[in-house]
């Protein structure tokens, strides 16, 4: 596809066998990317090839594919680092998910770092990924955990709340970089500089951007940066945290076994070198493999093309529901496009989520209904039980959007509605 060109999401549903099969007996239109993505055949097929051709593990044998098997996991990282703009693999240590990724950071940084008294500072729009394991810090350690409020719009991070926090000097600042309900793009760049102007460490939670913009870990300039690759056309049971050196060399592994040590005695043994010290025993091989296979899908395509693709989508739908009676949109509308990830959450009036997730299911519409994973966002700031959500992704044009539209007239017409 020449660089100059749109996505053409007709093209890219040919790479991905499920938009073959039928939900309700319809086409399937998939709208919760979000949740998780869908997978070209190019990434199916790497893990058939591990299999078929070169399954053996990594960084034991020396016979031809045990060095294949090895080097392709290794690229496979090589090709993240790249990605994300981080200078090398030394930065990316794999593990089950972004959830682990952040786990990981709370338990083994946080237990070293984290004091009685000290000030840990999340937002009020964050996954329970992102929000349970500094919940657990805290009570460990006794530790004070802070929100950043959101603004009155309840869309956006209120920076005055931000600024207000950062006086209790946090140890921690950890910020998603999109929200997976409201879909806000927050300013992470600027959040880390605030941060690090009161020493702060800072992570930020990548699940919902990496997959879907351009990402520069060093010009965010944060010590973390956690993302799922089932999330970015990858298989489940992978993913990554970005660490710089520096803070990666300071911390201890979590956990012990083959591979993260350079040797051991009867009594004592040393760490391996970067990554390796945290990926003790053998690895996801097969997902660290075809999670390569998903970024050079990606990179085939170029982030910026699917972020605009994206802007271009959700715009279409925000407009769509302009006006729509008996419904609210949340999060950021669309002459704020830029601050706007491809999520669009909503409610219809009288109607539960989980009735309106199932009236699109009879369509063939696959979306998510529910808290999202982010109850004090859903409940205390929204003031709802759950809400409904649509997310794109590459895969999706503004047809699969219309049928969403036409999916809200029906819910309408069934709950008698205006
Ligand atoms: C913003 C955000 N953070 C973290 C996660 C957790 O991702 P995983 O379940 O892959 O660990 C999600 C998943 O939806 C998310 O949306």
Redesign the pocket.
């Known amino acids: 596809m020449a660089a100059d060109q749109e996505i053409n999401a007709g093209d890219i549903k040919k790479d991905f066998p499920i938009f073959k099969i039928k939900m309700s007996g319809k086409p399937i239109v998939y709208l919760d990317s979000?949740?998780?993505s869908q997978k070209p055949k190019q990434v199916i097929d790497s893990i058939v090839k591990f299999y078929s051709e070169y399954n053996a593990n990594i960084h034991r044998g020396i016979y031809d594919i045990a060095e294949r098997a090895t080097d392709e996991y290794t690229n496979s990282k090589g090709k993240l680092a790249k990605l994300i703009g981080a200078k090398s693999i030394r930065n990316i240590v794999y593990v089950?998910?972004?959830?682990?990724?952040?786990n990981l950071v709370a338990l083994s940084w946080g237990n070293a770092n984290i004091e009685k008294g000290d000030h840990i500072l999340i937002s009020d729009m964050?996954?329970?990924?992102?929000l349970v394991p500094w919940q657990l810090l805290a009570k460990r350690k006794g530790a004070v955990l802070d929100y950043i409020k959101l603004d009155k719009s309840s869309e956006k991070l209120d920076m005055d709340s931000f600024k207000e926090n950062l006086e209790n000097d946090p140890k921690m600042v950890a910020v998603?970089q999109?929200?997976?309900v409201l879909g806000t793009i927050n300013d992470v760049k600027y959040i880390t500089k605030e941060a690090k102007k009161h020493g702060s460490v800072v992570l930020v939670?990548g699940?919902?951007s990496a997959p879907h913009m351009p990402v520069d870990v060093q010009s965010i300039g944060c010590d973390f940066f956690?993302l799922?690759a089932?999330?970015m056309l990858g298989p489940t049971g992978i993913?990554a945290l970005y660490g710089t050196e520096e803070i990666l060399n300071s911390m201890e592994p979590l956990f012990g076994g083959g591979d993260m040590i350079s040797a051991v005695t009867r009594q004592t043994h040393s760490w391996n070198s970067l990554p390796w010290k945290f990926e003790a025993g053998t690895s996801n091989i097969e997902g660290g493999i075809a999670f390569g296979a998903a970024i050079d899908y990606l990179n085939s395509i170029g982030m910026e093309k699917i972020r605009r693709h994206e802007e271009k989508l959700t715009k279409h739908a925000l407009e769509s529901l302009e006006n729509v009676k008996n419904i609210e949109v949340y999060g950021p509308k669309k002459d704020e496009i830029n601050i706007k990830s491809g999520v669009v959450s909503f409610g219809i009036k009288g109607v539960h989520p989980h009735d309106v997730a199932q009236i699109f299911n009879n369509e063939g519409i696959a979306i998510r209904a529910g808290h999202?994973?982010?109850m004090p966002l859903v409940t205390e700031v929204l003031r709802q039980g759950a809400v409904s959500r649509m997310s794109f992704y590459l895969y999706n044009d503004e047809d699969d959007i219309d049928k969403a539209v036409a999916a809200i007239d029906e819910v309408k017409r069934i709950f008698k509605l205006e």
């Open positions: 979000a949740a998780t089950r998910n972004t959830t682990e990724a952040i964050e996954h329970h990924s992102n998603t999109a929200s997976n939670d699940a919902q956690a799922s089932h999330k993913g999202h994973c982010a």
